[in-house]
Nanobody, 124 residues
């Protein structure tokens, strides 16, 4: 069993940056694809970014390309989401997810483990 704990959210102003972290425990996730999703109030949970087990493939949702970057450190069992030039529409709860397979996908139904989420609020 894998437990995920996402952190690093907070209240920031438009244009600021944040880095979210997701620490995995219970077992190593070095062979798992990892991802970030987000959910705004009244909206469905949407894909943000994913990364393959070796970091050789990353996939960022088109509207977020150029501002968001996903990375991982398998030695630390941790995944990161660097968010730059934040906008008020980025306000959401951000969730880390792990998939018992090495390759990336944006389909939330393909992920097996989820963190509790971390709130990101961007003020204008």
């Amino acid at each position: 069993q894998v437990q995920l704990l996402d952190s690093g959210g907070g209240l920031v102003q438009a244009g600021d940056s944040l880095r979210l972290s997701c620490a995995a425990s219970g077992r190593a996730v070095s062979s798992y694809a990892m991802a970030w999703f987000r959910q705004a109030p009244g909206e469905q949970r949407e894909f943000v970014a994913s990364i393959s087990w070796s970091s050789s493939i990353t996939y960022v949702a088109d509207p977020l390309k150029g501002r968001f970057t996903i990375s991982r450190d398998n030695a630390k069992n941790t995944v990161y989401l660097q968010m730059n030039s934040l906008k008020p529409e980025d306000t959401a709860v951000y969730y880390c997810a792990a998939r018992r397979a090495p390759w990336v996908t944006g389909d939330r139904d393909e992920y097996d483990y989820w963190g509790p989420g971390t709130q990101v609020t961007v003020s204008s």
